[in-house]
């Protein structure tokens, strides 16, 4: 397996992505495991009106998407699982100085760019800003360790 000619990515690229992919994988189980307790929940709210919303559209946007997301929970769920194993192996790779990891990591950031981007336009909170930031600046730093190797 080639390993990195330049220098070694930062412990915190590593332990970010490690922690993020562990949480992932336990997002991914707890919809699994609580996803019909979750719809059920989210049935008894909206049918009290707990929620009023002032837009008319945020209020078709959650009760058309929220139900299709619980429809198709487990393919969500899965989804989590898989990008959670994917910046685990990421973060491993890294940790033991292997350019393929550099690459899937590239990889995988930028295939969720666009969502986190939407994501960003829909509903804007900071956290979603600083995830943001930080999947940019690591494929900005990453750039220039691929290119030299």
């Known amino acids: 397996?080639?390993?990195?000619?330049t220098k070694e990515p930062s412990g915190l690229i590593i332990w970010y992505e490690i922690i993020t992919g562990v949480f992932e994988i336990i997002l991914g189980f707890l919809l699994i495991i609580?996803?019909?307790?979750?719809?059920?929940l989210y049935q008894q709210v909206i049918f009290s009106n707990f929620f009023?919303?002032?837009?008319?559209?945020?209020?078709d946007l959650i009760e058309t998407v929220v139900p299709f997301l619980f429809d198709h929970y487990i393919f969500v769920s899965l989804s989590f699982?898989?990008?959670?194993?994917?910046k685990i192996i990421c973060g491993v790779g890294m940790y033991h100085n292997k350019i393929w990891a550099?690459?899937?990591l590239i990889a995988a950031l930028t295939f969720?760019?666009?969502?986190d981007l939407v994501s960003l336009f829909q509903s804007f909170a900071w956290y979603k800003v600083?995830?943001?930031?930080?999947?940019?600046?690591?494929?900005y730093?990453?750039?220039?360790?691929i290119e030299k190797n």
């Open 81 to 86: 699982i898989g990008f959670g194993i994917v």
């Open 112 to 115: 969720l760019m666009p969502f």
């Open 52 to 59: 009023i919303f002032d837009h008319e559209w945020l209020s």
């Open 130 to 139: 600083v995830y943001l930031i930080i999947n940019s600046a690591i494929i």
């Open 34 to 40: 609580f996803g019909p307790k979750l719809l059920h």
């Open 1 to 5: 397996m080639p390993r990195r000619k």
């Open 102 to 104: 550099d690459f899937l």
């Open 141 to 145: 730093y990453l750039f220039p360790v």
